[in-house]
């Protein structure tokens, strides 16, 4: 009696705790880890300090948790807070810098009058028109707040995800994201009036 194939078995999903662990034994493992995030968290950083700094802070978050992988939870199957944790703390580093830059980022690209109808509108629709407003936005925001902010609006991370990279309770995300987006909308102002 023989038994029908089914195909090939699904392949299994290696979780970043795994690799994690596997590179406690085989360094070269966490370059999986690498390859998974490291894009996002340029992306992230970069967002936050602008290209020159994204670089140097991408490479340095991958550098520290590589040193430091032997102290992280396994028990946790994704990697993805605790990387962003690391990226928090050293964007944190270069935090006057990044207010100096949303100041400047403010000054710098004031909208310019437009005398025909339609250019109006176009710049109206176009997010380069709210970004001085937005970068002066955020650079009166606190450090924490601005984290929260950027740490969901950027890199997408969900409320468990930031609590876990900043290590603070899931309820100070919510308020700190609150007063931030109340903050936000003060200072710039409902959408049509930044138009």
Known sequence: MSVPLQGPAPPIEITDADLIEQSWRHPERFGVLFDRYFAAVHRYVH?????PAADDIAAETF???FRCRHR???GRPSARAW???ITSNLVADHRRNE??????LARSAEPSDVADHGDRVIQRVSAAAMQPRLAAGLARLSAADRDVLL???CA?????EVADALGIPRGTVA???SRARKKLRTIIGPYQEAL
């Open 47 to 51: 967002m936050r300090l602008g290209e």
């Open 63 to 65: 550098l520290r948790a």
């Open 72 to 74: 992280y939870d396994v």
């Open 83 to 85: 990387l962003y944790g």
């Open 99 to 104: 207010a100096r830059r949303y100041r400047a």
């Open 151 to 153: 740490l969901v609006a």
């Open 156 to 160: 997408q991370l969900g409320y468990e």
């Open 175 to 177: 308020s700190r994201l």
